[in-house]
């Protein structure tokens, strides 16, 4: 028990150190910005405070993660349960869209357009800043909502042995919670993204 206690505060303190130096180094970014001429400022500059409000989320849940000891018992009642669950899974995602217009963005602004065509058929139409904005927040809004109706509706109090666990429960089955999570932990959040930028990055 001792030793586990040790583990536990040893990557409590590890992770602690990571997350103070991103935000610091982060927040050091959006004052910069800030200062900046609006000439300056594009999507580019815009994404990356996104990508790090996103990540401010992902540090609060890790927190609450720790705060559940151990066993990660859960004291809390459904509705709770369920926010946490739909954060926990959707903010991946989200972070993959993000990386993924960051990446067609700036490759479609600062790229050599001979050597490559990356994204050009969506930002290629030089739509300007304040409607990319729009356009990207919108967007985003809509598909976290979406992402986020299976997942509320998925999450249960568990109780397994006296102890109450908040988990994803569909039905009475394994292969059911395990295509849950193949969809939303590897194919949403990964192998789709990597699809897509696979299929509109082209190398000349």
């Known amino acids: 028990t001792d030793a586990s206690t040790l583990g536990g505060w040893v990557w409590v303190v590890l992770f602690g150190l990571v997350m103070t130096l991103s935000v610091l180094a982060n927040l050091v970014l959006v004052i910069s910005v800030l200062q900046m001429k609006k000439k300056r ?4 500059y815009l994404l990356l405070i996104v990508l790090f409000l996103v990540n401010l989320v992902d540090y609060g849940l890790l927190i609450f993660e720790f705060s559940l000891g151990l066993e990660h018992e859960y004291p809390h ?9 739909t954060v ?29 065509d990356c994204g050009g058929a969506i930002i290629g ?15 985003l809004t809509v598909i976290y909502g ?17 102890k109450r666990y908040c988990e ?8 059911e919670i395990s ?14 993204p990597l699809l897509v ?3 509109f990055c082209k190398q000349g």
């Open 77 to 85: 009642g459904k509705a709770p349960c369920a926010v946490y669950q």
């Open 41 to 44: 400022q594009n999507l580019v």
């Open 125 to 139: 139409q030089r739509l300007s800043t304040p409607a990319l904005i729009g356009l990207f927040l919108s967007g």
């Open 168 to 175: 994803i429960q569909i039905g009475q089955g394994q292969k």
């Open 179 to 192: 295509i849950y999570y193949l969809v939303y932990s590897a194919i949403l959040s990964y192998w789709l």
């Open 146 to 162: 979406l992402l986020a109706l299976p997942t509320a509706a998925f999450a249960k109090i568990v109780i397994v042995e006296g």
């Open 88 to 116: 926990s899974k959707g903010n991946p995602i989200v972070q993959a869209i993000v990386i993924l217009l960051l990446v067609f963005y700036a490759a479609n602004q600062y790229a050599d357009q001979k050597s490559r």
């Open 197 to 199: 930028s696979k299929m």
